[in-house]
């Protein structure tokens, strides 16, 4: 069968023949339908996340849909690679696709959907009337944060990113405000500072966060709280940060990060997966797919997906 394999950290996959995966007692062989392409998986392949692949050569990917033996269309994760025609998982690890959603949309969402509600609520804990900022709305996970915080009830949502044409978007998502931060330095944090948050949602680090926390420290002795909560999530403008100690002292402002390491229960992750796919399904959440043959999977690869997730179609 074809699948995109990695053989050397750093180096690009190959899309080659690989012998089809046999289950093990308890595993189910799933034909896959259709497997998201996330920075995720880029950054594993690249050596540069703190999960690596446990051995070398390996078959890339985390989740994906497809149909069981019976027919079932499934969202499954597996350990052993999703990017190729076949995969096996354990059954336990599989949950059915709700009726009205394709494959492909539900392949896209899983990720970032989770990830969204998992930083907003389960490490944002986001209360109704709460101010949401959200560094990197432009992206596929930002986007639907943008939207679900709004479901949510947050008070105001800030979204800040870089792409015109997709910061323009934001607002019929449920943005109430957007920041551009291709600004210099001292205008953005002139546009961080003209808001007041209780949650961040953080999927860039690097300078953009920087320039965010240089703006929320007083400089003034009077007593204050005012709390931020700012969740780590993802590293699109660097793996590292400059914390000056005093933004600490003169700000509310805890940092919590959002990943595996510290995640929701299985079955409350299991219960909010379905509950966002049933609002995938009734299109009162939305996702940009591109669907690409498998077979492109090296092309596409390092592609910017502006905003749209890229599905590999085996
Ligand atoms: N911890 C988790 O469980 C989890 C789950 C989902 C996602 N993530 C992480 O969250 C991050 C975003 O994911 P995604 O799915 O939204 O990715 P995506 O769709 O590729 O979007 C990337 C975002 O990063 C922005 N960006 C990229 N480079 C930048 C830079 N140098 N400076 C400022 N902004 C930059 C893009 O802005 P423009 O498009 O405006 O240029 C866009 O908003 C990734 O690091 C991903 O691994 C983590």
């Known amino acids: 069968m074809k699948a995109v394999v990695l053989h050397e950290l750093g180096q690009p996959p190959r899309v080659e023949d690989v012998p089809e995966p046999v289950p093990a007692d308890g595993q189910e062989l799933v034909q896959v339908t259709a497997c998201p392409l996330t920075n995720f998986d880029r950054a594993h392949a690249a050596g540069t996340h703190y999960s690596k692949p446990a051995a070398l050569p390996a078959v890339l990917g985390f989740i994906a849909a497809g149909r069981l033996g019976d027919g079932t269309r499934v969202l499954f994760g597996s350990p052993a690679g999703t990017m190729a025609e076949y995969a096996v998982t354990a059954r336990e690890w599989c949950k059915e696709i709700p009726d009205g959603l394709d494959d492909e949309t539900a392949a896209a969402a899983q990720n970032p959907a989770l990830s969204a509600w998992m930083g907003l609520d389960w490490r944002g804990k986001l209360e109704p009337g709460q101010n949401v900022l959200i560094l990197g709305a432009t992206g596929v996970t930002g986007k639907l944060a943008v939207q679900l915080a709004r479901r949510m009830g947050a008070g105001r949502v800030v979204a800040a990113g870089r792409n015109e044409g997709v910061l323009a978007e934001l607002p019929r998502l449920g943005a109430d405000a957007t920041i551009q931060l291709s600004q210099p ?37 009077e007593l204050r709280h005012a709390p931020i909560r700012l969740v780590q999530v993802g590293v699109m403008a660097g793996s590292h940060i400059s914390l000056p100690a005093e933004v600490l002292r003169s700000s509310s402002l805890e940092i919590v990060g959002a990943g595996s390491g510290n995640a929701a229960p299985v079955d409350l992750i299991t219960a909010k997966l379905h509950e966002l796919m049933v609002l995938l399904a009734k299109g009162e959440l939305r996702i940009d797919v591109n669907r690409v043959p498998l077979a492109e999977a090296r ?12 599905v590999l179609i085996p």
């Open 299 to 310: 092309t596409v690869w390092d592609l910017d997906q502006r905003g749209r997730r890229t």
């Open 185 to 221: 330095d001292d205008a953005l944090r002139e546009a961080f500072a003209a808001h007041d948050y209780h949650v961040v949602l953080d999927y860039l680090w690097g300078h953009p966060t920087e320039v965010l926390l240089s703006s929320l420290g007083t400089t003034d002795m």
